[in-house]
C-alpha cells in the first residue's frame, strides 16, 4: 500500500468520523421532539388530554430556559442549545393543544387567572402560560446580567438548576399516571422517546466535554423512565382485566353513559365506538 492510498484511507475515515458526528448532533436535535409531536396528534385525535400532564411542559420549559443561559455563561456543545430553544418550542405548542382539549377547565369568563396560585399551571388561556413563560425568562436574564456570565459560581449554579429541573421529569407524569390510572391517552411514543432519548443522552454527554452536572441528573432521569413504563404495562393489564370482567358478565347493551358511570371512579372516558369495538372483538374471540 503505497503512501496515496494512505492518505485515501485516512481522508475517508475522518469524513466518515465527521458525518457520523454531524448526525448525532442532528439526533440530539430532532429526536426528543418525535414523541411529543405524536402526544400532540393524539391530544388533537383524541380531543382529550387526561393522562399527560401539563407540568411535563412546566419542567422542560423551565429547565430549557435555564440551560440556555447557563450555555451563554459556559459555551459547551452548541447543539444542547439548539435543543434547548427548539425543545422550548415544542412545548408552547404542546401547551396550546393541551390548553384548547382540556375539559377539566373552567372558561366560564376570559379572565386570566394567572394569579391564583390553586390553579398554578392549570390555567384555561395559553396566553397565561405564554405571559408566564416570558416573565421568568425576563427575570433570569436580567438577573444574569446584574451578576454576570463571566462569575463561576452563578453558572455553575445555573448548570445546576437545569439538571435538578429536567431530571424531575418523569415525576409529575407518575403521578398523573398514578391519580388518573389511566395509560391510554399518554402516548407510547413518547414514553419509548424519553427511554431512547435518556439513554442517547446519557452516551452523548459521556462522550463529550459536558459538565458533570447534567451527565449524574440523565442517569437519575433515566431510572425514572422505567418507573413510568411499569406504571403504564400495570395499569393497562388492570383496565383490560376490569373490561373482561365487566364484557364476561354483561349480557346487554351499555350506552355511553351508563359505561363511563361504571369507570367513573377511574377518571377514564370511552367513546361508545371504542366499547362496542372492545366487546365485538371480545365476543368473536369467545365463539372460535
Not at 390555567?123 to 408566564?132: G, I, L, R, V
Not at 415525576?171 to 391517552?185: R, V
Request: charge should be neutral; proline fraction near 2%.
Amino acid at each position: 500500500m503505497n503512501s496515496d492510498d494512505t492518505k485515501n484511507i485516512h481522508y475517508l475515515r475522518k469524513m466518515i468520523f465527521i458525518i457520523f458526528n454531524y448526525l448525532l448532533d442532528i439526533g440530539f436535535v430532532v429526536l426528543p421532539l418525535v414523541g411529543y409531536i405524536h402526544q400532540y396528534m393524539k391530544i388533537k385525535i383524541l380531543q382529550n388530554t387526561e393522562g399527560f400532564s401539563k407540568f411535563v411542559s412546566f419542567i422542560l420549559i423551565m429547565a430549557y430556559i435555564i440551560r440556555i443561559f447557563f450555555w451563554l455563561g459556559h459555551h459547551f456543545e452548541i447543539t444542547i442549545l439548539l435543543n434547548a430553544i427548539f425543545g422550548i418550542i415544542m412545548q408552547l405548542l404542546l401547551l396550546q393543544i393541551c390548553v384548547k382539549y382540556d375539559k377539566r377547565l373552567q372558561r366560564n369568563q376570559n379572565i386570566s387567572r394567572l394569579l391564583n396560585l390553586k390553579e398554578f399551571w392549570n390555567w384555561p388561556f395559553f396566553y397565561d402560560y405564554f405571559f408566564f413563560v416570558s416573565i421568568i425568562t425576563l427575570l433570569i436574564g436580567f438577573l444574569s446580567n446584574l451578576i454576570g456570565y463571566d462569575n463561576e459560581v452563578y453558572i455553575f449554579i445555573l448548570g445546576i438548576l437545569t439538571s435538578m429541573i429536567e431530571a424531575l421529569l418523569d415525576i409529575p407524569q407518575i403521578y398523573e399516571l398514578y391519580i388518573s390510572k389511566n395509560p391510554h391517552t399518554i402516548s407510547y411514543l413518547l414514553i419509548i422517546g424519553w427511554l431512547c432519548g435518556d439513554i442517547f443522552k446519557v452516551s452523548y454527554y459521556c462522550s463529550r466535554n459536558t459538565p458533570i452536572q447534567l451527565i449524574v441528573c440523565a442517569i437519575f432521569q433515566l431510572s425514572t423512565d422505567f418507573i413510568v413504563i411499569y406504571q403504564i404495562y400495570y395499569y393497562k393489564q388492570k383496565f383490560d382485566e376490569n373490561l373482561d370482567k365487566l364484557f364476561r358478565f354483561s349480557h346487554c347493551d351499555l350506552n355511553e353513559s351508563k359505561f363511563n358511570r361504571l369507570f367513573s371512579n377511574k377518571h377514564i372516558m370511552y367513546r361508545d365506538s371504542d366499547f362496542h369495538l372492545h366487546r365485538d372483538s371480545s365476543s368473536s374471540g369467545n365463539t372460535v
